[in-house]
């Protein structure tokens, strides 16, 4: 019933610096940019085939939910530790340092 739901647009490097969007997605490699989004829904399916998609049918969907500017956007980090493990702060999952 409770939970959490995680959208997540990458963030595109070398030319396309600062912007977020599917690297490498278009045509001859190229970036596909997209604009952040002001509001997300999510829907989720099952299926009764997971290769073939047969049998798809809604499940279960979400109110729409308003996204905070990009500067408000709060900080997660994702780690594969335990509740009972300090998260490995490297480089490479502390943003900021």
Do not use: C, M
């Amino acid at each position: 019933k409770d939970g959490f739901w995680v959208y997540w647009l990458e963030p595109l490097s070398g030319e396309n610096e600062g912007k977020f969007g599917l690297p490498g997605a278009g045509e001859n490699g190229e970036d596909i940019i997209v604009e952040l989004p002001t509001s997300v829904y999510a829907e989720l399916y099952r299926v009764d085939n997971a290769l073939t998609l047969a049998g798809e049918r809604l499940v279960s969907d979400s109110f729409v939910v308003e996204v905070p500017a990009e500067e408000n956007l709060p900080r997660i980090t994702l780690s594969n530790s335990t509740p009972d493990e300090t998260p490995n702060e490297t480089p490479e999952n502390v943003e900021g340092e």
